[in-house]
Structure formats: structure tokens, C-alpha cells
């Protein structure tokens, strides 16, 4: 559910670009807090937590928990990835005054 979250925004994203319409610095900036929002709450609340699992170190784990531990990493790349190209838009100078 995640990456068709993930998917829909950037869809969203790559339709406004193609057309040539442009997204304020504060839709931009609505979208990237709805993105972070919408991660967290279909990680179940732990998509911060995982950075700070994956410093400790671990016990021998099972099949299914290494599986579900890749498809958190892939979900949380492509949130990542959205999240860099959003904030690659914002005007960082607007955002120090």
C-alpha cells in the first residue's frame, strides 16, 4: 500500500512537470509533509524508529522477518528518493530568513 502511495504522488508530480505547471514553494513543501506523514502512518508508526533498530545488533532472524525487512527498505528508499526531489525544489534561501 505504501509504494502506491508513493507511486501516486509521483504520478501526481511527473503529470504537473510534463504539462508545465508548477507547484508553489508552500505545495511543494504541503506535499513533502504529506508524503512524511503518509509513510509514517502506513509503516505502522515505525518508519522513524527502523533508523534507530538498525544501529543495534540484531539476533539471528527468520525467513519471513528478513523478507518483510527488505520490502520496509525498498518502501523506505522510494520514500526517501521522493523526499529528496521535493526538497531539491524548495528554495533553501527563502527558508534561512
Known amino acids: 500500500m505504501s509504494m502506491k502511495v508513493i507511486s501516486i504522488?509521483?504520478?501526481?508530480?511527473?503529470?504537473r512537470e510534463a504539462s508545465g505547471a508548477q507547484l508553489s514553494?508552500?505545495?511543494?513543501l504541503?506535499?513533502?509533509l504529506d508524503?512524511?506523514?503518509a509513510a509514517d502512518v502506513l509503516s505502522?508508526?515505525?518508519f522513524n524508529v527502523n533508523e534507530e533498530l538498525s544501529r543495534k545488533p540484531k539476533s539471528k532472524s527468520s525467513f519471513r522477518?528478513?523478507?518483510?525487512?527488505q520490502t520496509?527498505?525498498?518502501v523506505r528508499d522510494a520514500v526517501d528518493g521522493l523526499?529528496?526531489?521535493?526538497?531539491?525544489?524548495?528554495d533553501p534561501i527563502d527558508w534561512l530568513t
Do not use: P
Request: glycine share 8%.
Open 9 to 15: 504522488y509521483e504520478n501526481f508530480l511527473s503529470t
Open 25 to 28: 514553494e508552500k505545495g511543494i
Open 30 to 32: 504541503q506535499v513533502l
Open 35 to 37: 508524503v512524511r506523514f
Open 44 to 46: 505502522g508508526g515505525d
Open 65 to 69: 522477518r528478513k523478507d518483510q525487512a
Open 72 to 74: 520496509k527498505s525498498v
Open 83 to 90: 523526499i529528496h526531489s521535493l526538497s531539491q525544489k524548495l
